[in-house]
């Protein structure tokens, strides 16, 4: 157990539809960082964030966008769904922006019919 | 931009024998960080290995340890007494020592561990 929870497990939905995928680090890190897994497209980095600052971004869609609370947990929304968005999504987390080893958690499975 | 390649998609070993699974990667920068995750048929992303660019001594964890070539960009992972739980997807990736410090990670490579 990374000690890096994310809810839900599993989320089936339709296209056109919007989710809420949600991530609890560690204790005590601060970095939240989100990847993508899909068949296609290997695993891919999507976005980070810092202490609840935006630090990096990566292959994000337009239709994707993510937020860390002050509380430091982080959701990334997922709107416009398409069968295409189906895939892994890991939430990972590290003590600091930089340059230390990042935790994942179980992931959500998310499948748009 | 970095790359990370993993040229083998499948592997086999036999229970309690060492197997080596191969990276190599591209940058131009001088220091960075390579790691090696696992991912078992859970899905869970394990951390195997950390290797610092800088630090000339391969890194080792039990029976795992890295052959780190930095001319060569190389960044090979041996496990040692492989174990039925080693079956597994493995990841190579990379990670800059800048302010984006996000990972970039090989297609991975699947091995099987028989008994």
């Known amino acids: 157990d990374s000690g890096v929870t994310q809810t839900p497990k599993h989320l089936i939905t339709a296209t056109g539809q919007r989710v809420t995928l949600r991530c609890s680090p560690r204790s005590g890190d601060l970095s939240v960082y989100w990847y993508q897994q899909s068949l296609d497209q290997g695993l891919q980095f999507l976005i980070q964030?810092?202490?609840?600052?935006?630090?990096a971004k990566g292959n994000i869609l337009e239709r994707f966008s993510a937020q860390q609370f002050p509380d430091l947990h982080s959701e990334l929304n997922l709107s416009s769904l398409e069968l295409g968005d189906s895939a892994l999504y890991f939430c990972?987390?590290?003590?600091?922006?930089?340059?230390?080893?990042?935790?994942f958690g179980p992931g959500t499975r998310l499948t748009v019919t | 931009a970095q790359t990370v390649t993993q040229s083998q998609p499948e592997m086999s070993v036999q229970e309690a024998e060492t197997v080596t699974l191969s990276c190599t990667y591209d940058t131009s920068e001088n220091n960075y960080y390579l790691f090696w995750y696992k991912q078992p048929p859970s899905r869970q992303m394990i951390l195997v290995i950390r290797q610092e660019a800088y630090k000339q001594q391969n890194a080792t964890e039990n029976r795992f340890s890295v052959n780190f070539q930095k001319a060569a960009k190389s960044f090979s992972l041996k496990i040692s007494d492989s174990q039925l739980g080693d079956t597994a997807m493995y990841f190579c990736a990379f990670m800059s020592t800048g302010a984006n410090s996000k990972l970039t990670f090989g297609k991975g490579i699947t091995l099987s561990v028989r008994p």
């Open positions: 990972a987390s590290s003590v600091q922006g930089d340059n230390y080893e990042q935790y």
């Open positions: 964030y810092y202490n609840g600052e935006e630090r």
